[in-house]
């Protein structure tokens, strides 16, 4: 089951957007966040595919660090918004493409050397299988970057101990990849997955992709907080990624095929 009905929502992919991408201290936080993955790990610049690239902010970043970018979302509302803001940065129309792909049923369109995928498995209920078909496209050597929510973490805990005092509860399901909170986004089905990371460890490795690098993104999900304190919000998940703090709700792991 696939929600394309949720991800055409007008207004989501705004909301998602202001919340990650709003500049300032978590644009200083995530140009970090790159640099360390394309200067101190050594990620290769090459043909990186960005899935569930939502309005395209991302594959602006991996191509200003020398990535060829093909970026894929499942909504048909991002893509178009992803591709008036490629409009407005001529200089690098010819390196950044985009596809409408869910990653499910990955379109044959959908080919690269490496992929980034952030925020999205969390979001699709079959992400094993949508993580399989990416897989096939990483190349000998290439790179499977994935940023994804912690169940072991801090938040993860808060948000339990809060559940019984929340009036609009979402409906809980433990599952052994993680904690799914299905609620509902203008009548059509939500999905906010918390993983147990191991989870996608066991997926990579089946898919012949193995854990090189994990680390601490943010102590609390932007989105969580009230806007007037993301940008303080931004600060201290900053720490939490510098200090390579536990029990992060974010964390990125870094798979490789071996060639
Ligand atoms: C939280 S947003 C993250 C966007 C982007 N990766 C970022 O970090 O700015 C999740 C994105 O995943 C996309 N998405 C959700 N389910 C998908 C699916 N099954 N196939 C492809 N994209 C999907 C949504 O449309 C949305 O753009």
Not at 178 to 197: D, K, N, T
């Amino acid at each position: 089951m696939a929600l394309h009905q949720t991800y055409n929502a007008t207004d989501i992919h705004q909301i998602w957007k202001d919340a990650y991408h709003p500049g300032g201290a978590q644009a200083s936080f995530d140009d970090q966040v790159y640099d360390w993955m394309f200067h101190t790990v050594q990620l290769p610049a090459g043909k990186w595919i960005d899935s569930g690239c939502g309005t395209g902010d991302l594959c602006f970043r991996l191509w200003s660090h020398g990535c060829q970018v093909l970026g894929v979302d499942i909504s048909a509302k991002a893509i178009e918004a992803a591709r008036s803001n490629a409009a407005r940065h001529p200089e690098c129309a010819a390196q950044v493409r985009f596809e409408q792909s869910s990653l499910e049923d990955l379109s044959p369109a959908v080919q690269g050397e490496h992929v980034h995928c952030r925020g999205v498995f969390m979001h699709i209920p079959d992400w094993s299988k949508a993580l399989a078909n990416l897989a096939t496209r990483v190349k000998p050597n290439g790179y499977f970057v994935v940023f994804e929510s912690n169940a072991t973490s801090v938040e993860g805990f808060i948000v339990r101990l809060m559940r019984p005092f929340r009036k609009n509860r979402s409906e809980l399901k433990k599952t052994p990849a993680g904690w799914e909170f299905w609620s509902e986004y203008q009548g059509a089905p939500f999905l906010v997955r918390m993983f147990h990371l191991d989870a996608i460890e066991k997926e990579m490795e089946k898919a012949g992709l193995h854990l090189v690098k994990q680390r601490s993104l943010f102590v609390v999900d932007p989105l969580r907080v009230p806007a007037a304190i993301r940008p303080l919000m931004a600060r201290i998940n900053h720490l939490w990624f510098n200090m390579n703090l536990p029990f992060a709700s974010g964390v990125i792991q870094i798979y490789q095929r071996k060639a």
